[in-house]
């Protein structure tokens, strides 16, 4: 009784759970296509779903097919030997006279329907456990079946890159699939068959002849399938890692391939020979061709290789490998988009002027002086307003500001649920009040005020700006929002803090799935583990669910297939919305010869994604139409967009993603060489440089700066990044990523005269360090209550110069807010500080008149900010009593800071000063 009623117990609590399982996997496909479809985005919903439950259906089919087949097979042997047993059990039962039914009981059973049975449920257990491959692996047939030409031959086979990129991986696939098949059925009617032949000393496994016949077959597809496994081995070459460059070697070429070509025919071979000797029951042969292939494989695919490696190519190594380095050069650089890169001198000088500044008068004013850690603590102390809003990053970009380009920072005031006070904490906050984060905040990143703090363009709740106007500042989806809300209630929803009193708001747009019936808010019920959301009476059918709101999740969710960027930033749109921007990267590590990366051997910024941050909306817009994009276009037709379809007001804020300069800089580093001689003995080595910051040694980050380039009149945003040689610190070159639509991803490269000393970033470090003045006083604030910030060192090209900046932030003890208080500025020999960039470049160029100016200028009105190079001729020492209330009266405007007045003015004196001349001449 007790063991029925545990059984009943263990059947009963299994029910529960399967059923509790199967439910839960119905109402995430449910509530995942209500997500999909609240997109438009049903049709890749439907792709991905169809393609995986397609493939999973077909492997279940396929396994539970070919593996019943072959238990079949052995059925009449399985009864035979019941029968045998059945007869042996009885006579021993007739001779001590037991009763024959009841002995024989458990043997009745046994009959050929109930073997069947028993077949097809091991078939299909066996089935659905390998049928799980097909849910992992529909990225690889979609793109098998829809896929593009490179119109790019290996140097080897001479087969277009898509074979490999796009079919490879499926033979693969397939390869493997079929011999853990043939395996694991010779394996269990092997097993079958030693069991009969064991137990039965009349019916031998060396004398069953159908048992022969059916290993035969068997062992014959396994030979067959072993001579296409070396058939894909020979492609594998080209990803070999043992030669001195990663690719197929010399010895992979010469040795290697013809090993698997020999392989390839004994295994054909044996295939052949044991489908034959299926007829002719020779067990020896099979036995003696299975050795043969093991001590083929041994001298020919290990012994021989190793042969050729050690006396033939060790000895002769750079000349007999130089073929195969020059092809792991040209394809990594292909893969890598290295080979695009513009080389170009810098026609370096050795002196900085007044006139080079005022020539490149936007890069100076867009030296960012800013760093986003830096800036992050001072946003969160200045701009959080109330405890449960968070600025997650400060990101980098550049708006048309009084129709100049100006770079700024800016950051999005997310709300986090997380950091309401515990007593708010309650289901109704979290889901149904606190729902959004609201506005920006946004500064110049060289702009200062005289505290020490940025100048803010948008700024506090609402936000508050001169040159922005943002329409719609609620940001219910972004980095920081991760948990779900539904909007558009009863109850009202927290708008921001105004006073003592709480703005409220009612949700107006189309994001989430609206929860217009019983049956989506029972499943989302179930999802989410609630009752609230069935009790609660603030849900009408206008409610809307927002969930997957973390925009990076969302991303994710439509478009598996594609990498993402760790750092997507926000944008204010011309129309007044808030968007977010995602980079997104096509990769694969099937390039031939290609060198392998965290992300595989070939990378592209292929898709840019752009979130609404107020309704969720995505939009997928390809910017570089390379093939396997143009394979996920052809699978995905509705998800993706032309770069021309892209608003205008988000594609001039498309950026040149960082991890992927990071990616390529480290790859450029060592295949900027392109002569095999030179990469063999890495000749040329370059190191991505190191620079202080906060008391530690770091590598220095790729940063972005407005600037024109030399020789190039536009302005650009541009991605750089400097390199030194190995175990030397001095700057070789420097590499810029262009930014702009017109000429987005083209990247340059600067080589510096080989003969010519360059400090590189450490070197500045070193010298600031040893520099009395500077390190005595930086030394002296480390001590008084406050902590010094060194910031990110920046090498900004000024004309055919190079010019270091540094900016020294101080933090206090007590408020936690890095304030912005030094500049260093170094150019050649020359290093000093001063309290704006503006006094220490004078100061560098040696224009103290100007300096004293802005000195006094700032003394007077510290929270003005200065242009630091007027349109005014300095050095004018004429005095003429007909412009000497002129010449007062553009002073004066340029101690009050209105450069536009000011300028006027000069205007007008350089004009009465041409005329005096010509009346004295």
Do not use: C
């Not at 019943?68 to 399985?78: C, E, G, R």
């Not at 079946?145 to 087969?159: A, L």
């Not at 395996?183 to 092997?190: C, H, P, R």
């Not at 070396?230 to 197929?248: N, P, T």
């Amino acid at each position: 009784m007790k063991k029925s009623f545990s059984f009943i117990l263990f059947a009963f609590t299994l029910a529960i759970i399967l059923s509790s399982n199967f439910l839960e996997l119905i109402v995430n496909f449910y509530t995942d296509w209500l997500w999909f479809e609240s997109l438009e985005l049903a049709s890749v919903f439907w792709t991905i779903f169809g393609t995986r439950l397609g493939l999973r259906l077909g492997l279940l089919i396929l396994f539970t097919a070919i593996t019943f087949v072959n238990l079949s097979f052995t059925k009449d042997k399985i009864l035979s030997f019941i029968n045998n047993l059945k007869k042996k059990m009885q006579k021993k039962e007739d001779v001590i006279e037991l009763n024959p039914i009841s002995s024989n009981n458990w043997l009745n059973l046994i009959n050929s329907n109930r073997i069947s049975l028993v077949y097809l449920v091991v078939s299909l257990l066996i089935g659905f456990l390998f049928s799980g491959v097909g849910t992992t692996s529909w990225q690889l047939v979609l793109k098998f079946i829809n896929r593009t030409p490179f119109e790019i031959v290996d140097p080897i086979f001479s087969k277009d890159l898509s074979f490999y990129i796009f079919q490879l991986p499926v033979y693969e696939l397939i390869y493997q699939m079929l011999t853990v098949l043939v395996i694991l059925n010779l394996i269990i009617v092997g097993a079958i068959y030693l069991f009969i032949g064991t137990g039965n000393s009349k019916f031998k496994f060396s004398t069953n002849n159908k048992a022969k016949y059916h290993i035969s077959i068997l062992l014959s597809a396994f030979f067959f399938l072993k001579a296409w496994g070396y058939r894909l081995d020979m492609f594998d070459l080209l990803y070999s890692e043992a030669g001195v460059a990663f690719g197929a070697s010399y010895t992979d070429v010469n040795a290697q391939l013809l090993a698997l070509r020999i392989l390839l025919i004994i295994s054909l071979l044996l295939g052949i020979v044991t489908l034959i000797n299926s007829y002719f029951k020779q067990t020896k042969l099979i036995i003696g061709g299975v050795g043969a292939l093991i001590l083929a494989s041994i001298l020919l695919n290990g012994i021989y290789p190793s042969l050729v490696q050690r006396y033939r190519v060790e000895p002769n190594e750079l000349a007999m490998e130089s073929p195969y380095i020059e092809h792991n050069i040209d394809f990594t650089q292909q893969a890598y988009n290295l080979d695009q890169i513009e080389r170009r001198d810098y026609p370096l000088e050795e002196d900085i002027s007044y006139n080079d500044l005022r020539n490149n008068q936007e890069t100076i004013d867009n030296i960012r002086l800013w760093d986003h850690r830096a800036l992050k603590d001072t946003y969160s102390q200045l701009q959080e307003i109330r405890s449960y809003y968070t600025f997650t990053d400060i990101d980098v970009d550049r708006y048309s500001i009084d129709e100049n380009l100006q770079q700024v920072m800016l950051s999005a005031r997310e709300l986090d649920q997380d950091l309401l006070p515990e007593r708010a904490q309650t289901w109704v906050n979290k889901r149904l009040v606190y729902t959004h984060g609201f506005g920006a905040a946004m500064s110049p990143a060289n702009k200062v005020t005289s505290g020490g703090l940025p100048e803010f363009l948008i700024r506090d709740i609402p936000p508050q700006s001169d040159l922005f106007e943002i329409t719609e500042p609620r940001i219910y989806y972004g980095e920081a929002t991760n948990d779900y809300v539904i909007v558009n209630t009863e109850a009202n929803e927290f708008d921001y803090p105004e006073g003592d009193q709480n703005k409220f708001y009612n949700y107006k747009g189309t994001g989430g799935v609206k929860l217009d019936s019983p049956v989506k808010r029972l499943a989302f019920a179930f999802k989410y583990r609630t009752l609230n959301m069935l009790l609660n009476d603030d849900l009408t059918t206008d409610s809307r669910l927002m969930f997957d709101r973390n925009i990076q999740d969302r991303v994710r969710k439509v478009a598996p297939f594609l990498r993402y960027d760790q750092d997507p930033y926000l944008v204010i749109g011309d129309d007044g919305n808030m968007y977010w921007i995602q980079d997104a990267y096509t990769t694969t590590d099937m390039y031939p010869y290609s060198e392998p990366h965290n992300w595989g051997n070939y990378i592209r910024n292929s898709v840019k994604v752009v979130i609404n941050a107020y309704t969720g909306d995505m939009d997928f817009y390809i910017v570089d139409e390379e093939p396997i994009i143009e394979t996920y276009q052809s699978i995905f037709p509705d998800l993706f967009k032309s770069f021309e379809e892209m608003p205008e007001g988000i594609k001039n804020h498309i950026r040149y993603p960082q991890d992927l300069f990071n990616v390529q800089a480290q790859l450029y580093s060592t295949y900027h060489m392109s002569n095999p001689n030179v990469f063999y003995n890495k000749e040329d080595v370059w190191n991505i440089p190191r620079e202080h910051y906060d008391g530690s040694s770091i590598m220095m980050e790729p940063y972005y700066t407005v600037m024109s380039l030399p020789e190039e009149d536009e302005e650009d945003f541009i991605l750089m990044l400097p390199f030194t040689p190995a175990n030397r610190n001095n700057i070789i070159s420097w590499l810029g990523a262009k930014s702009n639509p017109a000429n987005y991803g083209e990247l340059v490269l600067y080589d510096f005269p080989k003969g010519e000393q360059v400090y590189g970033p450490m070197q500045i470090e070193s010298r600031i360090d040893q520099h009395e003045d500077i390190s005595q006083q930086l030394s002296l604030w480390d001590q008084r209550g406050s902590r010094v910030i060194r910031g990110n060192l920046l090498v900004i090209p000024v004309g055919q110069s190079l010019l270091y900046v540094e900016p020294i932030f101080l933090q206090s003890e007590d408020d936690q807010i890095p304030e912005l208080r030094r500049v260093i500025a170094s150019f050649g020999d020359e290093i000093v500080m001063e309290s704006t960039l503006e006094l220490a470049l004078l100061r560098l160029v040696g224009d103290e008149e100007l300096k004293e100016e802005l000195e006094d200028g700032l003394e007077d009105e510290p929270t003005k900010t200065r242009e630091a190079f007027p349109e005014v001729d300095i050095n004018l020492q004429e005095k003429i009593s007909e412009v000497t209330s002129l010449y007062n009266e553009a002073q004066e405007e340029l101690k009050d800071g209105n450069w536009q007045k000011y300028g006027e003015l000069v205007t007008k004196l350089e004009e009465k000063l041409l005329q005096l001349e010509e009346e004295l001449n």
